[in-house]
T-cell receptor
Framework: AQKVTQAQTEISVVEKEDVTLDCVYE???????LFWYKQPPSGELVFLIR??????QNEISGRYSWNFQKSTSSFNFTITASQVVDSAVYFC?????????????FGDGTTLTVKP | GAVVSQHPSRVICKSGTSVKIECRSL??????MFWYRQFPKQSLMLMAT?????????EQGVEKDKFLINHASLTLSTLTVTSAHPEDSSFYIC???????????FGDGTRLSIL
């Protein structure tokens, strides 16, 4: 079975605060990929990052950073100095070749609200 | 980056009408495309996997006679909601991916409202 858990349903922060969105996954595959997507209020989902199971190096892209830890099966996403434009629903997803016919499994999403 | 075009963006129609939604992969040939349904404040629910040149694979609980999927070419998949009723009102999203280890690229979604 394959599962992605985003325990935080909603998070509200004030602009300029840092915020971390949690993602915990389960899979029996040893090779897999993890993804984060952003869905702003307008509705279109935007791909943010992809990480494969063999690369535990953390990644930083501007104010965004991702922490991948296989030991805890987590792929957390941190936004530094949050802005109002970061308000969106964020989805974590998992894809593996031998499970679920290679289709991505999505978490339930975390709704982030950044208040001015 | 890759672009997926979904049309129309919004449909309002009467109960009993059939509605067709198109999804085009503009930048690459997509042998596989996905159709999702999303209810307000909920996650993406995969409805079916659309395979070019073959029948779509539907997820459990999705009525294939209700939601007809056709993947006529490597760049076009269509979802037809047949004889739509108010309970079919939802946000429908398509996506395309080169292969399982690549990100999905999503259309902008279609907001369907059945009166």
């Amino acid at each position: 079975a394959q599962k992605v858990t985003q325990a935080q349903t909603e998070i509200s922060v004030v602009e300029k605060e840092d915020v971390t969105l949690d993602c915990v996954y389960e899979t029996r595959d040893t090779t897999y990929y993890l993804f984060w997507y952003k869905q702003p209020p307008s509705g279109e989902l935007v791909f943010l990052i992809r990480r494969n199971s063999f690369d535990e190096q953390n990644e930083i892209s501007g104010r965004y950073s991702w922490n991948f830890q296989k030991s805890t099966s987590s792929f957390n996403f941190t936004i530094t100095a949050s802005q109002v434009v970061d308000s969106a629903v964020y989805f974590c997803a998992l894809s593996a070749p031998n499970t679920n016919a290679g289709k991505s499994t999505f978490g339930d999403g975390t709704t982030l609200t950044v208040k001015p | 980056g890759a672009v997926v075009s979904q049309h129309p963006s919004r449909v309002i129609c009467k109960s009993g009408t059939s509605v067709k939604i198109e999804c085009r992969s503009l930048d690459f040939q997509a042998t596989t495309m996905f159709w999702y349904r999303q209810f307000p404040k909920q996650s993406l629910m995969l409805m079916a996997t659309s395979n070019e040149g073959s029948k779509a694979t539907y997820e459990q609980g999705v009525e294939k006679d209700k939601f007809l999927i056709n993947h006529a070419s490597l760049t076009l998949s269509t979802l037809t909601v047949t004889s739509a009723h108010p309970e079919d009102s939802s946000f429908y999203i398509c996506s395309a991916s080169r292969q399982w280890d690549q990100p999905q690229h999503f259309g902008d979604g279609t907001r369907l409202s059945i009166l």
